[in-house]
């Protein structure tokens, strides 16, 4: 990945990891506005995708930094806002 991420490649980073960790989800229930738990994610499936995307995007972000994140949008503004 180049330097220069968008938030659509950052929002498929997310995406991807949402697929694999709740394999019953199919990709088009994925979208911006919805929140993990609308997509039947717990606790610990959530952290996995914060977890995951991270990693997957070379960031390192205090987990602090998503306490007010209500639905996937937030969680792809936080990601990407660390990764510049």
Known sequence: MSNAITKTEVFNVVKNNILDILPKVQPDMVTIEKSLSDLGANSVDRMEVVTLSMEDL???????????????????????NNAQ
């Open 58 to 80: 070379g960031v390192k972000i205090p987990l602090l930094s998503f306490a007010g994140v209500t639905n996937i949008e937030g969680l792809v503004d936080v990601l990407f």
